[in-house]
């Protein structure tokens, strides 16, 4: 049997490049974000993200046990919450500077998501109770709220995250399944 021939191309049509050969081109003309603008808008994101949730979790620790803030008022709660958030803001930024960027397409390991998961709620926790304390809270105040802070903020959405994506991913595509 023989082959079909191709058809003739006329001078002027179009020929599409396969996709690897687009996403190829495509990262070559992409302008590459400067390692400064990065750190900047990794702060930026890391101090609107932050605010306002721990706002919230200020107001009801504040309202709900006030002795554990000393039954502060819902403005020197909010400068609590605005002092830890560009804490927060300013140590994402830096560790974006710092940070060596992370291999594409790769998914880190459950021992690395866990080790990250520690650090940020350590981080987390001495951080917000470093303010608190800070701002005339005694140790004890301050480490209750920092640790319900380090839950709330850090522990709790990364638990939430890994179980809605194994959820979605379903039983075959988990990376324990045999």
Do not use: C, K, Y
């Not at 599409?16 to 994101?45: C, K, M, N, Y």
């Not at 709660?77 to 830096?94: C, D, G, R, S």
């Amino acid at each position: 049997m023989s082959e079909p021939t191709p058809e003739p191309r006329r001078v002027g049509q179009l020929v599409w490049a396969p996709d690897e050969v687009t996403a190829g081109i495509g990262s070559q003309v992409q302008p590459q974000v400067s390692r400064g603008r990065r750190a900047l808008q990794t702060g930026l994101a890391a101090f609107l993200l932050t605010w306002v949730p721990t706002l919230a979790i200020l107001l009801v620790a504040n309202f709900a046990v006030p002795s554990l803030t000393d039954d502060a008022g819902a403005g020197r709660v909010a400068l609590w919450a605005l002092l830890i958030a560009v804490l927060f803001a300013v140590t994402a930024a830096v560790s974006t500077l710092w940070s060596r960027p992370d291999r594409d397409g790769e998914e880190p390991s459950g021992l690395v998501v866990a080790l990250r998961v520690a650090r940020g709620a350590l981080l987390t926790g001495v951080g917000a109770g470093a303010v608190l304390v800070w701002q005339g809270l005694s140790v004890e105040q301050a480490a209750t709220l920092a640790v319900i802070l380090a839950l709330l903020l850090r522990v709790l959405p990364v638990v939430a995250a890994r179980t809605f994506a194994r959820r979605r991913s379903g039983p075959a595509e988990s990376p324990t399944a045999p």
